[in-house]
């Protein structure tokens, strides 16, 4: 029997931003934006299968890549974008890495996966925020 191995790490950012309009941008524009913005990041987006909604599949490629092929399965990406008490906008985000069914990870793996897990982190809050500083730049976008 194969076992997966899932590896979890959760984010959360606050903006300015409206989250109506965040979402507008990240989520059902984020195909074309996101690489507009960050074009070293990612190079494209392509949607499988629904449109844009929940449930929607994405495939991304991303420009470095260096989630070794050969370990992950899939990764998993739940964005939630929410109004806090004070009118700014909360983005949380979940997302889960599934190793191949019969991959053993051994320490050095596992080690080496939390400070790609770290980098990862980093790297998407650089992409938001570069997101985030389009929309102030641009003020009468995703209204």
Do not use: W
Not at 9 to 34: M, N, Q, Y
């Amino acid at each position: 029997m194969d076992i997966m191995a899932v590896i979890t790490f959760e984010s959360e950012v606050t903006s300015s931003t409206p989250p109506a309009r965040l979402f507008k941008a990240f989520i059902l524009d984020g195909d074309d934006l996101v690489p507009k913005v960050m074009p070293q990041a990612i190079k494209n987006v392509e949607t499988l299968k629904g449109d844009g909604g929940a449930g929607t599949i994405k495939l991304i490629t991303f420009s470095e890549g260096d989630a070794p092929k050969n370990v992950i399965e899939k990764v998993t990406h739940v964005v939630k974008i929410k109004v806090s008490g004070d009118g700014r906008s909360i983005c949380k985000t979940s997302r889960a890495c599934h190793s191949k069914g019969d991959v053993q990870l051994t320490e050095e793996q596992t080690e080496g996966g939390k400070e790609k897990i770290k980098a990862g982190k980093e790297k998407a809050l650089v992409m938001f925020k570069a997101v985030e500083a389009y929309l102030l730049a641009n003020p009468h976008e995703y209204n």
